[in-house]
């Protein structure tokens, strides 16, 4: 389902904006996330095994994912309405190559805590298996 230009933003370490359904009352509220996008064209994340966006997809195992391109460049946008499952096993892999894949090699000791972090963190690796995707803009 994802294009070649689709993959050409989804590959690149851009921030994805994460939506989950609210709580009762609340409004949906979009969180920035860490992403891969792998060969079998599922994206994956990961959170800590107590985080509330896990505790809303045991309700409703649905979510979005929006990954935009950079101002100062020509437009264009990606949205992954998607199933998910949660999983505990490669969270921590994954964590570490995100870690990778967002800061860079200047960034020693930021990757270092963040790497230690995740070796004492219970984490869950979130994969969202598209069932839509839009992309824009839409001329």
Known sequence: MLTDSDRAILDRPLLGLLTVSPAPGRLPAPR??????TDEGTAQLFSVAGAHRLRRLEQDPRATLVVVKPAGETEGWV????????HREGA?????????????ESQV????????????EDLRRLVLHPSRITRGPAI
């Open 32 to 37: 920035p996330v860490w992403f891969e996008v």
């Open 109 to 120: 000791d930021q990757r270092a805590a963040a790497k230690a972090m995740w070796e004492v």
């Open 79 to 86: 949205s992954v309405e998607a199933n998910v499952t949660v």
């Open 92 to 104: 921590k892999e994954l964590a570490d190559r995100l870690t990778d894949r967002y800061w860079d």
